[in-house]
């Protein structure tokens, strides 16, 4: 059995790692297409955030049980499967990982690609796309991440509750190529928060902490009251 620190910890790593590799995916874009290389496209961008949450979930879901997201956090916390002290210091852990990876970033970035259109990857909404559109689009993308968590890393009845990581990782792999270019696909509000404070670039920031946590704690309801009736909270 891990105690709390430890748990913060591994959600602190865990949420650092998303936003290192995955704002610094975008940043990689933008660096090869200033040198005429192509850029990584989406489906980098959408890889590069997919597998740095399968990886972290497999890795540190035994200890924390691998949020990295304060949209999964407050799935739990809704659902009475996580206190409320021990849910905001998840929160808070998942908040400083995101803003320990983001000035990172601007330590090793290129100037011109800090400050270049991305903001260091910070997501934001397409042209012509309004804030409500949005904060449905988010909170729909979140529901699926976060219903698939919770059918694969808290049903003990799933399946696949071993390699609930991979499963995981390909639920945020696909709602980034479909949404990536209207929202930025955030499905969390860590990997918004992070880059924002460090680039200085808050545009349209509340459509990522309504959105994703909206769409968390209607999954992890749906979830609980439907699937989860005979395995209730401990």
């Known amino acids: 059995m891990y105690n709390l620190p430890q748990k913060l910890l591994a959600e602190f790593i865990g949420t650092f790692t998303l936003i290192f590799i995955g704002a610094g995916s975008i940043c990689a874009d933008q660096y090869l297409r200033a040198n005429g290389q192509g850029g990584v496209g989406l489906l980098g961008i959408a890889a590069a955030h997919g597998l740095a949450i399968g990886i972290m979930v497999t890795a540190i ?115 980034i190529l479909f949404g990536g270019p209207l929202t930025g696909a955030a499905m969390n509000p860590a990997r918004a928060f992070g880059p924002a404070l460090a680039a200085n670039h808050w545009h349209n920031h509340g459509v990522y902490w309504v959105g994703p946590l909206f769409g968390g704690v209607l999954a992890g309801v749906v979830y609980d009251r439907v699937f989860l009736r005979n395995q209730p909270p401990a």
């Open 61 to 175: 879901g035994h200890i924390s049980g691998g949020h990295l997201n304060p949209a999964v956090t407050i799935g739990f916390w809704v659902t009475k499967r996580l206190g409320t002290v021990q849910s905001l210091l998840y929160w808070v852990a998942q908040l400083l990982g995101a803003v320990a990876a983001a000035y990172l970033l601007v330590a090793i970035v290129p100037d011109f690609v800090r400050g270049g259109p991305t903001y260091l990857g910070t997501p934001d909404l397409g042209s012509d796309f309004t804030r409500w559109h949005a904060m449905l689009l988010e909170a729909v993308m979140t529901f699926f991440l976060v219903f698939v968590f919770f059918a694969t890393a808290v049903d003990a009845k799933g399946a696949f509750n071993k390699i609930a990581g991979f499963a995981i990782g390909l639920t945020i792999t696909m709602d």
